[in-house]
């Protein structure tokens, strides 16, 4: 008999499901429905159009709905649906209730099929003879999209199955939920208080920057589709090319939008996590900062094209590949291939097969378009069938190895032998010429980064076990470092991944700001080198001017004083340093001189202002930090956590004040707050300085905090003094177990005991003792512990108190050879408070649990920091200003000219 489940809303599930299914569907027959629009003319044609328009309607009410109905079950706290519960909590304050809904991948996956279906009501208002190729294209993207929220499982051929992840599934449906004992109790979610209240936000989420950064760049994803649309509607109508003139509006819209869904990263980056800055280098930041490169490259190659008619088949191919890059990062983020080297990406829910079919067929798509030879078209697409047939037996990374390889050949040999080319190729001293160059030097860009970023995916492929194996030939043949690391498929970046990729890019960011500024001095087809120096001339000698001092300044007289490593890329600063003021004087020189001013037609050079002040900003700020936060007391932090530095990171007690930089600090204790269902613990430091007449006196508080959280970890967030030059970043590196507990429990005078798990040479660090497990040994017969026919181990710690004396403490366990009970002795210092009772030795891993508790009359408090000072910074953030208006303006004068052609072409057509 089945059971009846009380406290159940099932309405919000049976409706989400059909809309999902109503969504999916509605997305195949119509994109099926627009691609016959192509092919058929007359009434045929006309039905077609209000069949596939009827389709898209209902597709995107479906994909509404589904927004709405999970929106509806978050606030109302529906705990019984399985994405409720896991990403929601009831306390928690209803401005993060919104951020619930994109946090996991449903959500996501949701969250752009919503921004492609506004975007597509859009395009059915304004695409015009586009429309069908460009809304078949949209309507592809969202069938494969709606198909990853299917949420179908099935067996086949003893095989279970999955394809997508439903957010409307309830949690006792979850198949690893399905028979657990309390799924047998009708009143579950009220007999078990797990299902209350919610599992809750993630604490790094629940920040104000999670309920606009996402969407934004969500939004940005999505206008890369429209480029990328109206390229395919370009190759498949034929017309290759009248389809840049609409695309180009999207892509610099695109530009726009993802390029500041990007940068409110790095600012939520700086703003609340214990990064230790804006940027870096994440593996989920590469992934989205690529497309974006690529996208900006295609922006430009597409506006050459626009008024030369040069370099037709590069915007076709660096449109199809943003859209390609932004569904390979959506992989890496969704796929859990980066969960061990990103912070940022989610975990593997069983999605990889979905994403990669997305990614196959979207690369077959563009490619066989691309390819433009009948007979290349179907080899091609029969190489592909083989592949997934390939794919399908389990051989993932051979056929996906395979599939580019076989991809690359299509396309070369397709460009060759088919596709148009320019009669005429771009005069040296042309703005074409060098504004492709530009593009191309971010395309360089974009690959060093990609293929870093893509490390974990090569080395999952390198476990194949033939390419394992032919590794190993290879390593026989020519045994080297390398050779070593295909073998053992662990292919990395140096360690210090910021220093690794700031000397690549740093001199590729030179390159792109010098010919941002001499880029449009150029005329297009051919320039009057004279003329073009004289008018540079001027920009080039401010800016050495006063580039000179300012590197003079800032890097060249350090260089003496810093090592090797650390001068080269001191030299490789004051080269971008004057590659980004050129560009600042040059950009400047040209609006004011050349446009006289005029707003109106100035967005690209103050975008190019905004982007070379931004690079200055990051420049300065990152090269120049200064940690301040040396350790000047007489503890060596290395003690309480091994990734911590004396160098770098200060210890401190409560009420104590030692010198910090230029400062003097106290740490002056610790307030405990419930924030959205979570307790806070906020560390107050207070700032001191001396004033003219030798005074100390306070000159700030900051106050750090971590927020706590049982189930997803602890998270430090830090705290910043914003100064109009500088920034001083403070965050809490490590912090003693007591100082986050409210009020402990005592036993005899001593707190209640607390097990730590650890190894020889671990360190216990409780509220003012630290203990370091030196050696493990076996009683002899002379040690007061020994026991015949027994075996005692000695447990030998170095104990720290207040005064940093140290103790040694011994606790034993005596494990009988007869089998009877085994007996702990607990180690006990009544000059620092401190009692040690081992309770578990595991043989096999090395692990030792201990019980640990402090006597109550220590109880103390002390914290280590880190803190640092970003000078310039605001810079970078004007910089991200300038060059959003400068691209909102830009993209307004480009949709007034496409207005203005178009009335020309009507006024034209009118006349004959």
Excluded at 139 to 150: C, D, G, P, R, T
Excluded at 514 to 530: C, E, H, N, S
Aim: neutral net charge; hydrophobic residues 45%.
């Amino acid at each position: 008999m089945p059971i009846s489940y009380s406290g159940e809303h099932l309405l919000y599930g049976q409706i989400g499901h059909f809309l999902v299914i109503l969504a999916c569907v509605s997305a195949f027959f119509g994109a099926f429905s627009f691609f016959m629009r192509l092919r058929t003319t007359g009434e045929t044609q006309e039905g077609w159009r209000k069949i596939s328009r009827t389709l898209y309607l209902v597709h995107a009410l479906a994909v509404f709905g589904i927004f709405a109905d999970l929106l509806l079950m978050l606030f109302n706290h529906r705990f019984e649906y399985q994405y409720v519960w896991q990403h929601s909590r009831r306390d928690m304050n209803m401005n993060y209730i919104l951020a619930c809904l994109w946090e996991g991948q449903e959500g996501s996956t949701l969250l752009w099929m919503l921004w492609h279906a506004v975007i597509g009501l859009v395009l059915m208002r304004r695409a015009g003879q586009w429309e069908a190729p460009v809304m078949g294209t949209v309507m592809l993207v969202q069938a494969f999209l709606s198909v990853m929220l299917l949420g179908l499982y099935f067996n086949l051929f003893g095989t279970e199955f999955h394809i997508g992840l439903n957010p409307f599934l309830l949690i006792r449906e979850q198949p690893e939920n399905l028979g657990l004992p309390w799924t047998e109790s009708a009143d579950y979610l009220t007999k078990f208080p797990m299902f209350r209240d919610g599992r809750g936000l993630n604490p790094l989420l629940q920040n104000y920057w999670m309920t606009i950064h996402p969407p934004t760049l969500f939004f940005g994803f999505a206008l890369t589709t429209v480029p990328f649309a109206y390229a395919v509607a370009g190759l498949l109508t034929g017309r290759l090319y009248d389809w840049q003139k609409p695309a180009l509006t999207w892509a610099f819209i695109g530009v726009g939008v993802l390029g500041t869904g990007i940068l409110m990263g790095g600012a939520w980056a700086y703003e609340s996590l214990s990064f230790g800055g804006f940027w870096a280098w994440d593996p989920v930041e590469n992934a989205s900062l690529v497309p974006w490169l690529i996208l900006v490259g295609a922006a430009h190659v597409m506006l050459i094209y626009r008024i030369k008619g040069q370099s037709l088949f590069t915007t076709f191919f660096l449109c199809i590949l943003t859209f390609l890059l932004i569904v390979y990062s959506t992989f890496l983020t969704k796929s859990g291939i980066l969960g061990e080297t990103s912070v940022h990406a989610f975990t593997d829910n069983g999605l990889n097969e979905e994403l990669t079919a997305f990614m196959g067929f979207f690369l077959w798509f563009g490619i066989v378009l691309l390819a433009h030879g009948k007979k290349l078209r179907i080899g091609y697409t029969l190489f592909t069938v083989g592949m997934l047939l390939l794919f399908m037996s389990g051989s993932h990374g051979l056929s996906m190895l395979l599939l580019l390889l076989g991809s690359l050949v299509t396309l070369i040999w397709g460009y060759i032998k088919f596709f148009p080319k320019a009669e005429k190729e771009e005069e040296l001293w042309s703005r074409e010429f060098w504004m492709f160059i530009g593009a191309m030097v971010l395309v360089i860009s974009a690959f060093h980064i990609i293929v870093f970023t893509s490390l974990p995916v090569t080395n999952k492929f390198l476990q194949v076990d033939g390419v394992h194996k032919l590794m190993q030939g290879l390593n026989n043949l020519v045994d080297a470092k390398w050779t070593r690391s295909l073998v053992n498929a662990n292919l990395a970046p140096d360690k210090n991944i910021i220093g690794f990729y700031n000397k690549w890019q740093i001199p590729i960011a030179f390159v792109v700001t010098l010919l941002m500024a001499v880029t449009q001095f150029f005329k297009y087809r051919k320039t009057d080198f004279a003329t073009f120096r004289k008018q540079l001339r001027r920009s080039f000698y401010i800016s050495l001017a006063i580039s000179l001092p300012l590197a003079c300044f800032i890097y060249i007289l350090e260089m003496k004083h810093v090592q090797e490593d650390r001068a080269r890329i001191y030299m490789l600063c004051t080269l971008l340093l004057f590659g980004t003021v050129f560009s600042i004087v040059a950009n400047g020189d040209y609006w004011l001189r050349i446009l006289k001013g005029k707003i109106k037609n100035a967005g690209s050079s103050i975008a190019h202002i905004g982007f070379a002040v931004l690079l200055l900003g990051a420049l300065i700020s990152t090269s120049k930090k200064q940690t301040i936060s040396e350790n000047t007391s007489s503890f060596d932090v290395m003690q309480l956590d091994s990734s911590a530095s004396n160098e770098q990171n200060i210890f401190i007690r409560l009420g104590d004040t030692l010198p910090m930089g230029e400062y003097m600090i106290t740490y002056t204790g610790r307030d405990r707050k419930m924030e959205n269902g979570a307790p806070y613990v906020y560390f107050n430091v207070d700032y001191l300085t001396k004033d003219a007449a030798g005074k100390i006196e306070k000159a700030f508080t900051l106050r750090p905090f971590i927020q706590m959280n049982d189930r997803m970890g602890n998270a430090a967030e830090p705290d910043t003094r914003h100064y109009l030059h500088k920034d001083i970043y403070t965050f809490i590196k490590f912090v003693p177990m007591t100082a986050l507990q409210e009020k402990p429990q005592t036993t005899d005078g001593y707190e209640q005991p607390r097990k730590f798990t650890m190894m020889r040479t671990d360190t216990i660090a409780t509220g003012q003792c630290i203990a370091i497990l030196d050696s493990l040994t076996l009683a002899s017969p002379t040690d007061s512990v020994y026991v015949e026919n027994a075996e005692t181990v000695i447990l030998h710690f170095t104990g720290f108190g207040q005064s940093m004396k140290s103790v040694q403490l011994k606790t034993s366990m005596t494990i009988p050879r007869d089998g009877q009970q085994v007996s702990m002795k607990e180690a006990i210092n009544e000059e620092i408070g401190l009692r040690l009772t081992v309770w578990k030795i595991d043989p096999k891993t090395g692990k030792i649990d201990v019980y640990v508790s402090e006597k109550n009359s220590n109880r103390g408090d002390f914290i280590v920091m880190e803190a640092s000072i970003f000078p310039a910074i605001n810079v970078l953030w004007l910089g991200c200003l300038i060059m959003i208006i400068g691209t909102v303006l830009a993209v307004r004068e480009r949709m007034r000219r496409n207005k203005v052609e178009n009335a020309e072409v009507v006024t034209g057509e009118e006349m004959k």
